[in-house]
């Protein structure tokens, strides 16, 4: 048991612990220094029970720091939130940048037991988030983030004392909320399910018990986890961990090899194909609409395959109050400085929303492998990071489909001298584009790779030939329609799908 | 009038019509690529009646644009955006980038006269929006924003029919909602008040009135609309506006000559007061929190004038749930391709929320001004604006308070020299301090002009001499204490303050 609650004594007194206090302080003002010099970001995460003094503790634990690198969100039940994403977005949301310090006032937690207890999500949603959990806090450490769990532990007798208090001054009763009374009557079980859950989530990120009886105890212990962890990080170094060796479910995966380039389409039927196709479409948007189904499309495919003329024919259709295009560029500071998954976690479309994310989050293992944009490491542990992300889409009901749009280079130079020999769409040819055509053998080994190991059962690949451009188009179309099709008719409740193992 | 429903004919038949679309799609494309390389924003706004069909017309107006260079945003009465924050900030949260579209499916008029009509605000807020409209309108075009203002027309009969079309399709039927059948009753003083509103908005940005029903003399009088306004717009080149001459009711304004930088306060005086002050300060804060008052407080001032430890002690007392510091350095590539006051608009506190802003927007008259960062129109202009902005956040009933930390050169002199022997500090002094330190003679005039020109009734600035950093702390704690405790009492009821003339 992580919560036993017996005080744990040391041997200052109250003058020593005044002086050790001022001492860790100055010595966490000097880590900001360090931290920003050492490109360490830090989390420090503050749980623990209604009226326990969190909201306190975090002010005596910054209040002297430089509010230039640090931030504090708080994520105690509110409401904003709701449950329009996936469980995750909220805290990939605010990751801190590289070299800050954020203190989050309560974390995932208690978005995971105080809602369980509060009956806001059944028992295997609560297991599917424990599970979350560990898989974001692995991400985050493999990544070079630095967290540090922190839980203040008040007795029932003690939060008893405090509610009692707060309600008999006219000023502060409002703090007393319907959830503090019911956490104080079901004491007992939120114990229980407390101390499970950081039984489940001690392996990634240790747990630190705070007593929150004593607030300067509390302060000092909590300073010292604190400095201590980071001075741990500095002296390691920043930590840039390898592939997991975890199993996915993986579909007999598609190759480039297997492609039919020739494939095509008569004018005719492009014609009929396209317009019966969009408005079954249109149709489709307003239903998943209604059924609150997010819906994730996800283009990467070669220079000049096609995309963005692909993108217009399937946008066409949607109620644009709706959908959202995401063109995605190379990242900007702000990105570079945070976990690389950060900036698609921010542009995850709503329930019912549709978003196309024109390029993805699979730059890791194609542009910045080849490119050498970051580490062997970070490109190998990707596949199962972003295998893990999808999953965390689709378990709570997103549907995703990720397209390759294929040709090959003969057709990619014809398109670049068409495009260098017509002025109005000379723009759309760079030098770069001509220097990824001359890395095709490595790019074309990296989208295997790619589709080798991220083609599961619930986020596919579809290889997508588009010599014929209209062929290309109604192909996505297709699949577009028929996966919308299937999400509609089965019903999933979002967010309760189970997972599979 | 300006919504006359006299149907307006053009000569051109059904084939005409196709060809001329044709054209106009192409060139809004091929636009799409002037106004990159021309730097200009710009923002199509779809107003117009329920079931007119505005959902359908943007997707026609969009369909053969390049997704990377424009997006849609649907303000379609967002439940989300609330009243949390002033009426403009979603306007200014979602303004484009140099360079690209922006087309608003609904904006500044239906929050206006909907609302109204709706009962959902009073008729002093009202009048009150149109002001802020004409305001925000005025920036936009000062500040290069080229806008295209819409409004797709039906008649009462022709919005019947579509209703009833609708409501008669299982699958289309929850698209009509109780708002579209009240405004369908209310036709007539719906029609009364678009058209004034439209009459009082139509100098800075004129409206185009469409005829919803016929699609496509809608769309190809869309398309002309749009491409002729960015047509003239490039032709005339970005825009830089001047001063408005708008008289805000300015304060016989604070002097840097008037401080008295001998100013201090004993060691003991400061103790007793500073617990007294930051324990006033967290009453405060609580009722502020429960009034749901936002506080934006700026800090300005001298480098090494005592900002940072100023900050510190304001913050302490305060709940680390309700308050924010930001702080401001220079702008990123995606601000500076803003409006320059955009990044401040969307760090805007909630309601009953603290924003401490460590350097604000009186950069644009400070360092902006004495680098030569923008325009002399620009920063010259900047004082009305600012005046405009921080007039937006009171009228909805923010406590705005601003503080000029204030030393003399002898002082920065030693301190920057004690930074640059206190190792720990290193950090804090750099090379571009000792050149501002070069150009004080110029920072004190553009202080003194931003004192005079901003030190307005409704959010007035505090010198605060910081010689003695103690003093300065127990004044500005005083200052932000009067002020909450004046604001608790006046007991305003938000966004309902009269605009004083």
Known sequence: MILDFKRKDDDLDKSERK????????????EQQTIREAKLPVIVMLEGWDCAGKGNLINELICEMDPRFFSVKGFDRTPEYGERFPFLKKFFDVLPENGKFLFMDTGWMEDTVGKYLRREIPREEYERRVESCNIMERQLRDNGYVVIKLFLHISRAEQLRRITALRDNRDTQWRVSGDDLWQQQEYDRFLKTYDSF??????????????????????????????????????????????????????????????????????EEYKSELERLQKKLAKLHNRIYRKKIPVVICYEGWDAAGKGGNIRRLAYPLDPRGFDVIPIASPTPGELARHYLWRFWTKLPRSGHVAIFDRTWYGRVMVERIEGFCSENAWKRAYGEINEFERELTDWGTVVLKFWIHIDPDTQLERFQARQNTPEKQWKITDEDWRNRDKWPQ???????????????????????????????????????????????????????????
Chains 1, 2 share one sequence.
Do not use: C
């Open 443 to 501: 790019y074309e080994e990296a989208v295997e790779d790619m589709l080798r190991k991220t083609s599961t059962e619930y986020a596919p690949w579809y290889i997508v030939e588009s010599v014929d451009k209209k062929y290309a188009r109604i192909k996505v179309l297709r699949i577009v329609t028929d996966a919308l099709e299937k999400a509609v008719e089965e019903n999933v409740v979002r967010g309760m799908k189970s997972r599979k193992k």
């Open 198 to 267: 950081m039984e489940d989530t001690d392996k990634v990120f240790p747990w630190h018990v705070l007593d929150g009886e004593s607030r300067k105890k509390a302060l000092y212990d909590g300073l010292l986890a604190i400095t201590g962890a980071v001075e741990k990080a500095v002296k390691n170094g920043r930590y840039d961990g390898g592939p997991s060796g975890l199993k996915f479910p993986l579909l007999g995966h598609p190759s480039q090899k297997d492609a039919d380039l020739s494939a095509s389409i008569s004018e």
């Open 19 to 30: 002086a050790e206090i001022k001492r860790l302080r100055e010595l966490l003002v000097g």
